[in-house]
């Protein structure tokens, strides 16, 4: 089949296309136009390319079925379900405040911190569930439609589709790395869409701000070209934790101050300290916050707009007030 001469043709050259890289980094190097300044990003970056690139040579690819992994990475209807189903069990965590039992939640000796916390675990234990349901059993069926579990033990670089992957991992080291980081992923959006919601009061507000983060994230994914000068709002996207096979298959460096630095470690930093902030901002601001009043900046916001609005209305006269109250307030 196509697929198979296509790994075979891969297979067979991978060996020329990391002495290409190789080739490609001493050209680049040399030349008066990438290699002139030796402090600059451009230069760095080719010579952190085909150092990590250099650690490749030799590696084992090997020939094999791999089709049930591509068709298993290519399937993105997955990843949104699982999108989808965080966000229905974070939902759920603010099921009191909708019934209007959040005062007696808060009142009882565990409706605050130990309460934060053990939705906390609950949502990483959810994230694991999740993982098993939606990316497993695919893996698991693939792997009995197309078959391919001989190929678990060849270097992740046999695949066509990893080429660039500079990773030393198997396949299925590769996988077992994928779903780790698909837990954990699966763990910060819920902090994310957590932590909007107990921020604004309003639930169907706080979703708008979701829906509104969400659509210029994905945006900025799918628009932005690698070329382009922004391409950094491509990669270090909240789109990257959504769906993290291409993280973790393709080599890509930013541009970090000056310094070559690969999207994986980014993100990986990122991820720490998002999770690190989210998780406190759920945690304290569910042992401070209050469940009545104005309990967010845009409340306290709306408040003092109010009252600096009413020193203006109090100078309004009868036919003033009339008007208003004709035009503003029925509309």
């Not at 079925?65 to 229905?88: K, Q, S």
């Not at 979703?207 to 391409?231: F, H």
């Not at 930013?254 to 930093?269: A, E, K, Q």
Request: proline letters at 2%.
């Amino acid at each position: 089949s196509s697929t198979l001469r296509t790994t075979r043709l891969h297979v067979a050259g991978y060996a020329d296309y990391l002495a290409g890289v190789q080739a490609q980094a001493k050209r680049m190097a040399s030349s008066s136009v990438f290699g002139k300044d030796k402090d600059s990003f451009t230069y760095r970056n080719i010579q952190k390319t085909a150092k990590d690139f250099l650690a490749l040579d030799g590696i084992p690819v090997e020939f094999g079925g791999n089709r049930a992994l591509e068709t298993w990475i290519g399937f993105r209807g997955g990843d949104i379900l699982f999108l989808l189903a965080i966000f229905v069990l974070v939902l759920s965590f603010f099921e009191d405040k909708r019934c209007g039992l959040l005062p007696l939640v808060r009142a009882c000796p565990k409706g605050r911190r130990a309460l934060a916390l053990e939705r906390l675990g609950l949502l990483l234990l959810a994230s694991f569930a999740l993982t098993v349901l939606l990316c497993f059993l695919p893996l698991v069926l693939a792997f009995f439609l197309y078959g391919g579990t001989e190929t678990l033990g060849h270097t992740v670089q046999s695949v066509e589709g990893f080429r660039t992957c500079t990773l030393h991992l198997t396949v299925g080291g590769w996988i077992g790395l994928y779903f780790l980081v698909k837990v954990l992923c699966g763990f910060l959006l819920g902090l994310l869409a957590w932590s909007i919601l107990s921020f604004l009061s309003q639930i169907q507000l706080a979703w708008l701000v979701l829906l509104g983060i969400l659509g210029v994230e994905y945006a900025a994914w799918t628009l932005i070209a690698p070329q382009m000068a922004i391409s950094i709002l491509r990669y270090v996207n909240l789109f990257a934790y959504v769906f993290p096979a291409e993280t973790l298959s393709a080599y890509v460096n930013m541009n970090f101050f000056g310094y070559p630095v690969g999207t994986l470690v980014l993100l990986g930093w990122l991820f720490a300290l998002l999770t690190l902030l989210l998780s406190a901002w759920v945690v304290f601001g569910a042992v401070r916050r209050k469940p009545l009043g104005n309990r967010n900046l845009l409340g306290r916001f709306v408040s003092l707009w109010n009252r600096a609005f009413d020193l203006l209305r109090s100078r309004f006269s009868l036919l003033t007030m009339e008007g208003y109250k004709l035009l503003v307030l029925s509309g």
